[in-house]
């Protein structure tokens, strides 16, 4: 399948900006059920369901958005069209952008659905290709997943402005941004085949002339680190997205205004692009391991401590500890993507995809145990999985050391 339009103009450099822009505008989307949940959730659910609501909420996008992503992804790696992105960007703005208008619970899923499909079309090859226009894979797909988190924290805090001050209703009329930039998508993008997306440790193309092997034949081997890299970027998600949902209920239970709960929210993911884009620094200065280790290990205690303060250190010790806790998440892609080389834009969906929608999924057991126990020791709870996780890193000891790439 081709791109029907004729080749665009664009620069290699100017299509990355645009891919970049496309990624931010689609994450403004992305994180809107975080900052309606409390009005959705007093709109359609009871006291006593309403963190088990909350659950289904985020397990229904999550099963869309992300696990969607590993079907994209396979067909990505076959397929290159920049429809991926038009129909991602224009999907993603209808179903969010409806979800104060859904009558029932029902259609609220409906609409997420609707939102995880263009999500889950976007990312896998979007990915992919900021690594091969950029001229370093790893610090143009920081850049890249940077743009998107940017957009994740403050993109809410622009489409949420006007609903905000005038009403919920006007969030329909907010799909406009997305729309446009849908359109605009295949008149700056042109995913040419002669493209190389391959990934290595230095970013340098393979050698074309190298016959592709089949997935399974180089997934086989590695296994046991894909494995590995797999369970902590799901359960570092539990963490990420438990936070940034349950959090905003929380807040709203500290009777914080609409405005403020959304400020923080938007805080906390700005924290975690912050972090996204450290890594693509430090990940070329600094020992993998070590990072991947301070990652996992450092960020429990700051994160714990946050929410057991208020004020100023609150908003500190929430920022610096998503700080650190992000920083690992180009290093799992980039690893991934050098472990299935030839299959890069797999590698993204699983590590971005699957492993975002397992910790999606496991949210919903998050909620359940809200409303059991209350929200208060479950996030206690939450901010202490990625300390569960850091002696698994033993097992990725092997694995190439991305500040000394090889040859």
């Known amino acids: 399948m081709k791109n029907s339009k004729p080749p665009s103009d ?6 990355f900006y645009f891919l970049t822009a496309s990624h931010l505008v689609l994450d403004s989307y992305a994180t809107l059920l975080s900052h309606l949940q409390p009005r959705l959730l007093e709109k359609l659910a009871t006291a006593a369901t309403r963190n088990s609501l909350a659950g289904n909420f985020v397990s229904i996008y999550s099963l869309f958005s992300s696990f969607g992503q590993i079907f994209f992804g396979w067909l990505s ?16 703005a209808l ?15 409906i609409m997420l659905a ?69 359109l605009l998508a295949p008149k700056v993008l042109k995913f040419e085949k002669d493209l190389d997306l391959t990934a290595s440790t230095r970013g340098i193309p393979s050698d074309p002339s190298a016959p592709q ?12 680190p894909l494995i590995v890299l797999f369970t902590i970027a799901a ?27 959304s400020l923080v929210i938007a805080i906390f993911i700005f924290a975690g692009s912050m972090g996204i884009m450290s890594s693509g620094w430090l990940m070329t200065r600094i020992n993998t391991y070590i990072l991947l280790l301070v990652s996992l290990l450092g960020s429990p205690p700051l994160l714990y401590a946050s929410l057991h303060t208020n004020g100023f250190s609150f908003l500190v010790l929430l920022f610096v500890g998503n700080v650190i806790l992000s920083s690992s998440i180009t290093i799992n892609i980039i690893l991934a993507q050098i472990m299935l080389r030839g299959h890069e834009s797999i590698a993204s969906s699983f590590m971005m995809g699957a492993a975002w929608g397992v910790g999606g999924v496991l949210n919903k057991f998050v909620g359940n145990l809200g409303d059991q126990f209350g ?33």
């Open 375 to 407: 929200l208060p020791i479950v996030l206690d709870g939450l901010v202490m999985i990625p300390l569960v996780m850091a002696p698994l890193l033993i097992l990725l000891r092997d694995q190439p050391d991305l500040s000394k790439p090889s040859l």
């Open 95 to 109: 179903g969010l952008s409806l979800l104060w208008v859904a009558p029932t619970v029902n259609i609220v899923y």
């Open 77 to 92: 790696d076959r397929v290159r069209t920049v429809h991926f992105v038009t129909f991602g960007v224009a999907f993603t």
């Open 10 to 15: 664009a620069s290699p450099r100017k299509q």
């Open 114 to 182: 609707i939102g995880g499909i263009g999500i889950a079309a976007f990312h896998p090859q979007a990915t992919a290709y900021a690594g091969a226009l950029a001229k370093g894979r790893g610090m143009g797909t920081s850049v890249f997943l940077t743009g998107g988190n940017i957009g994740r924290a403050l993109g809410p805090l622009a489409l949420m402005y006007i609903p905000y001050h005038f009403g919920l209703d006007y969030l329909a009329w907010e799909m406009i941004p997305g729309l446009l930039m849908a």
């Open 235 to 261: 359960f570092r998600t539990v963490t990420l997205t438990g936070l940034e949902t349950f959090l905003s209920v929380h807040l709203d239970d500290r009777d914080y205004s609409d405005q403020a709960r």
């Open 213 to 224: 092997e089949s997935f399974w034949k180089v997934a086989y081997p590695r296994m046991l």
